[in-house]
C-alpha cells in the first residue's frame, strides 16, 4: 500500500478497481476487500450495518475514508478501533496493515457477528470485543499504540471513551466532518491535548484528528 496518496485518484473512487488503482493493494488483499464488500452487500439486506443510500458508493465513502488512515501511523502493533459497526476502519486497516494486531470493540451483537463472519470468510486475524468500550479490561490489551473511532461519538465523549484503555503513548485518530471545530472547542474545557488535523481525502469537508498527550484537565 502507498504511504503518500493521490488525492485526486482517491475522490475518483467509484469502485474495486479504482480503489485498487489509488490504494495499490495487493490482487490478494483486493480479493479479500471485495469479500467484505460482498458479505456486506448480503447483511445489510437484513441488518442495518450502514446506510442504504451510502451502500451505493461505499468504495469511496467507506472503504477508502477507512483506508486512508492505514499509513497514518508508521509502527502500530496493537490497535483499538472502538464502535466498529460494519468494521470501517478497523478491518480495513486491519486487512491493509497485516502488522497491526487489531481489537474491534463493538456492543451490537449483530454487528459483532458481522464482524466475526467476515474475519472468517477473507482470513483476517483481528480480535472482536463484543462489549461497550467502557467494559473492555485494558489489562486484555495492554496500553493500544492507536484507538480510532469512526462515527461513534462526539469529540469530548470519544476522549472519555478511549482514556481509560489508553497509554501514556497512545496516538487517537478521529476523523471528524464540520462540526470539528466545535467538538475541539468544547474537548478542551475537559482535556490537555495536542492535535493535528489532516484533511481528509474523501470529504471536503472532513478532518482527521491525531491526538496524543491525552489529560484530564484538573
Given amino acids: 500500500m ?28 483486493m480479493a479479500r476487500l471485495q ?5 456486506l452487500g448480503h447483511w445489510q439486506k437484513a441488518t442495518n450495518l450502514i446506510s442504504q443510500k451510502s451502500f451505493a458508493d461505499c ?12 499509513p497514518l501511523v508508521h509502527e502500530a ?8 459497526g460494519a468494521g ?8 491493509l496493515r497485516e502488522d497491526v494486531a487489531m481489537h474491534l470493540v463493538e456492543s451490537n451483537g449483530r454487528k459483532a457477528a458481522f464482524l466475526q463472519t467476515v474475519c472468517r470468510e ?13 467494559a473492555l479490561n485494558p489489562g486484555d490489551l495492554g496500553p493500544p499504540d492507536v484507538i480510532s473511532a469512526r462515527a461513534l461519538a462526539p469529540l469530548n465523549e470519544l476522549m472519555d471513551l478511549a482514556h481509560g484503555l489508553a497509554g501514556p ?50
Fill in 59 to 70: 468504495w469511496l465513502r467507506h472503504f477508502a475514508d477507512s483506508a486512508q488512515l492505514a
Fill in 169 to 218: 503513548y497512545t496516538q487517537f485518530i478521529f476523523p471528524k466532518g464540520q462540526h470539528m471545530v466545535e467538538e475541539v472547542e468544547k474537548s478542551t474545557k475537559y482535556w490537555n491535548f495536542t492535535e493535528n488535523q489532516i484533511k481528509s481525502l474523501t470529504d471536503p469537508h472532513g478532518r482527521i484528528l491525531m491526538i496524543s498527550g491525552l489529560t484530564r484537565s484538573p
Fill in 35 to 39: 469479500i467484505m464488500h460482498d458479505l
Fill in 77 to 84: 502493533p496493537v490497535w483499538v478501533d472502538l464502535g466498529s
Fill in 122 to 134: 477473507a482470513g483476517i486475524g483481528a480480535t472482536i470485543h463484543h462489549c461497550r468500550a467502557e
Fill in 88 to 95: 470501517f476502519p478497523g478491518l480495513v486497516v486491519a486487512l
Fill in 2 to 29: 502507498k504511504n503518500r496518496l493521490d488525492p485526486e485518484l482517491v475522490r475518483a473512487i467509484d469502485g474495486p478497481e479504482t480503489f485498487q488503482a489509488a490504494f495499490d493493494v495487493s490482487r490478494e488483499t
